[in-house]
């Protein structure tokens, strides 16, 4: 059986932050940065919190089932609300979506390329 990747996105908003709290978030602002976004194992946080309140986790997954990503979302949910609350952020209207690679629609060029294999 093959391995399946998967990318799960956590929104959420930060919720009833302090002044310290909002400062060390704005301090930190550059190392989460939306051009820094990847999908990773551990997690990646981005947010702006100078524009608006809201935030996003990314992470990547792997599975062997189509039915391993309902596991795979639990943990990423799970990760990301450890994470804000080991540093005191309230958060509210946590939500997530995921993705199974394997299941994603091919691009101009995948296609074209798999094509090219195929003759």
Do not use: C
């Given at each position: ?30 190392a989460h940065d939306v051009l820094r976004a990847a999908f990773t ?79």
């Amino acid at each position: 059986m093959s391995m399946r990747t998967f990318r799960i996105t956590v929104r959420g908003v930060f919720d009833g932050l302090t002044e310290d709290q909002r400062a060390a978030l704005l301090a930190d602002a550059a190392a989460h940065d939306v051009l820094r976004a990847a999908f990773t194992p551990e997690g990646t946080l981005t947010y702006d919190i100078a524009a608006r309140p809201a935030f996003v986790f990314r992470f990547s997954a792997t599975g062997e089932e189509e039915e391993d990503i309902l596991e795979a979302t639990e943990q990423a949910e799970a990760a990301a609300e450890a994470w804000l609350t080991e540093r005191g952020y309230g958060f509210k209207n946590l939500r997530s979506s995921a993705e199974d690679l394997s299941q994603a629609p091919l691009s101009k060029r995948q296609r074209r390329a798999a094509r090219s294999t195929e003759a």
